[in-house]
């Protein structure tokens, strides 16, 4: 790289709301937060982006709290677009409320990527590979979008429309992502090759309570919500059922990393595992 | 911009978008800084900012303005852990070829005393070696870290 790095320009806000302003105008801004994705493909060449605006510096996307977005609802856990795996596996409250964020977070990269790599870049970045994204997804978490003109709430089951892609507008920045009370057993694993390394092979993130949730990373365009089969389970039907119903949920393919009938393998494996493991 | 680097305060006139890997190798001389993969994966170019190991290959320049950059140049004139750590990694055969060296012992500096064999293989997940199987850089790093070695502390970030 980046041979033409000196040509690219980065505009940097010092608030949200100036940076709001700064995408309403010209959209064709490429957010940057810890760079771990962008740089990546700035690298290898494969991003045409020229134009960049700064989130990095932007405190106010950091904190992760509870907060109570309607007087009637229950406090949910809310994180900060900008707060990094170090962040998320040092809080008390994330590890009190998700343990099984923090259990994958913990499995991302090494501390160099921990240190630098946000979960607002993972969500956005869209990659069916997003370590968090079946955590979130099993948790029922909501993506809060904001523009300079408004902000939106989409539940993490309808943010991605396909591969690489989501409800996100180009004018929109991610500030937070929210979390409600989960009831139940976290559950979380990754199959990969080496653990700091890049990619995942297949995860599932599960919570066992009066309803079971099961998403799965990396055997679909996208995060798979596996509704038909968590209700199954849900409703007292064995494991063999559960297992024929999550095979038909799945889509994975071939590709350098893995065939497709090793990673049915493994989802149910890991639907077995879970199941026992939660007992 | 303003970085201070080693100590130093520096004015740079750098592209924001430009690798804090670059620029220091390039702009500042420090070529301890190695770069092995140039994506994230080998942790050769390791440096702290702010106290916080990071891969200086995957930082724009931009993120380093009013921070203090510690590179192994700095890390070994300044710090006595860092001094520990190179002594340890000469006596435990923690380096073979060198490369992965320098990002190996930046990625060990922020290690407390005493460390775990856990703990120093967790800070150092993301570093890649290919010449000595990681077992003698394990050992290096907990040497140092030993408090039975004299002034092989590490100190706290
Ligand atoms: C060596 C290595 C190992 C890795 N290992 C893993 C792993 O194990 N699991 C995993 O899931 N990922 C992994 N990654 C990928 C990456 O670290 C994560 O996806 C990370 O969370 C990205 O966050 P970031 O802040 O660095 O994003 P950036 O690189 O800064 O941005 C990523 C994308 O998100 C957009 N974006 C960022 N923030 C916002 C926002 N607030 N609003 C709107 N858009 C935004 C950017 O425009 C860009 O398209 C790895 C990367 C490397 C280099
Ligand atoms: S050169 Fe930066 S991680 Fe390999
Ligand atoms: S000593 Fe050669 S790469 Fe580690």
Redesign the interface.
Known sequence: MPAGASALSLARPRTLKAALALLAEDPELMPIAGCTDVFVGLHFGTSGQRRFIDLWGLDELRGIALVRPEPSEAPVLRIGALATYTDIIASALVRRRLPMLVAAAREIGGAQIQNRGTLGGNVANASPAGDTLPVLAAANARIVLRSAGAERRVAMGEYYTGYRTSVRQAHELITAVEIPPVAGRQWWRKVGTRKAQAISKIMMAGVRGPVVRIAIGSVAPTVVVADKTARCLSAGGTLAEAQALLGDEITPIDDVRSTREYRHQVAQNLLAQFWRETE | MIVTINGKRRRLDV?????LL?VLREDCGLTGTKEGC????C?AC?VLMDG????S????A??AEGRAVVTIEGAAAAKRSARALQHAFVEHGGAQCGICTPGMIM?AL?LKARSSRDQIK??????LCRCTGYIAIFQSVEAALSPARKGARARRR
Do not use: Q, S
């Not at chain 2, 592209?15 to 690798?19: C, G, I, L, N, V």
């Not at chain 2, 140039?38 to 994966?41: I, K, L, V």
């Not at chain 2, 967790?122 to 570093?127: D, H, M, P, S």
């Open positions: 592209a924001p978008m430009r690798r670059d140039g994506e994230g994966e942790g390791t916080v190991a990071v891969d290959c995957l930082v724009p931009a993120h990625a922020p967790t800070a150092l997940a993301g570093n």
